[in-house]
């Protein structure tokens, strides 16, 4: 490194007197265009802070998941308005939504409650409980099954995850329908602790 600045012309950048491994700098005036984006992206930062921040003319990312996520629950809270046992109880009755239920189950359930729904009781090596025996772990009734079908089990290690963000209320709504068709109202029923 060297301290001795190089004289220079005049009208010519004048040449920084540093110097680093060899390279040395003109004090540049730094180009227009530059300048220019440079002015223009703090006039943005300006504009974007007041519009975003200050007035809330434009909603934020946060914002719009926030209505996003308000307004699935609400289509949820509408699709669910009706359903109650006695309601649970006449689809599980009804042909047509047996079938989509049947279908949903074949597809997402039966890998851990088995083809024939009863899960590690008749196969060891399923980690799902019995869905067509009169025993349940988190209740009989059809809002019960709906319930923890819709929000998985309240213990997360069992692994009963929660259907209802990846299925959607209507097939989780039929594949209840279904797995209480296997049931009666009103049929005696116990308490399983496992
Ligand atoms: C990855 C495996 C797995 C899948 C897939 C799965 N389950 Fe489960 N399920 C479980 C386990 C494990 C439990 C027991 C949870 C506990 O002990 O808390 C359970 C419990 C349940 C119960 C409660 C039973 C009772 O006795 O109270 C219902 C109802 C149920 N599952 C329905 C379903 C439906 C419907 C589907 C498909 C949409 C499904 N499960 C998919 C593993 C699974």
């Known amino acids: 490194m060297s ?3 190089k004289p220079t012309n005049p009208g010519e950048p004048e040449l920084r007197p540093h110097e680093y491994d060899g390279i040395q700098e003109y004090d540049q ?5 530059w300048l220019f984006t440079f002015y223009i992206a703090i006039l ?7 519009a975003y921040y200050q007035f809330h003319l ?7 998941i926030g209505r996003a996520i308000q307004k699935i629950e609400n289509q949820r809270a509408e699709q669910l308005r009706n359903i109650d046992d006695t309601r649970l109880w006449t689809m599980s009755q009804d042909p047509a939504v047996i079938s989509a239920g049947e279908a949903t189950y074949k597809a997402t359930c039966v890998a851990c409650h088995g083809p024939d729904l009863m899960g590690k009781k008749s196969n060891p090596l399923l980690p799902g409980l019995a869905l067509a025996d009169n025993a349940w772990k988190h209740g009989h009734t059809p809002t ?3 319930k923890i079908v819709r ?3 309240p213990d997360v290690t069992k692994g009963m995850p929660p259907w209802e963000p990846q299925l959607g209320t209507q097939r989780v709504v039929e594949v209840v329908a279904y797995i209480m068709s296997h049931h009666k109202e009103g049929e005696a029923h116990t308490e399983e602790v496992n």
């Open 3 to 5: 301290d001795e600045s």
């Open 29 to 33: 005036k730094l180009p227009n265009w």
């Open 44 to 50: 943005w930062m300006i504009i974007h802070w007041l």
């Open 58 to 64: 434009i909603p934020t990312d946060e914002e719009k």
């Open 144 to 146: 019960d099954v709906l």
């Open 151 to 153: 929000r998985g089990s």
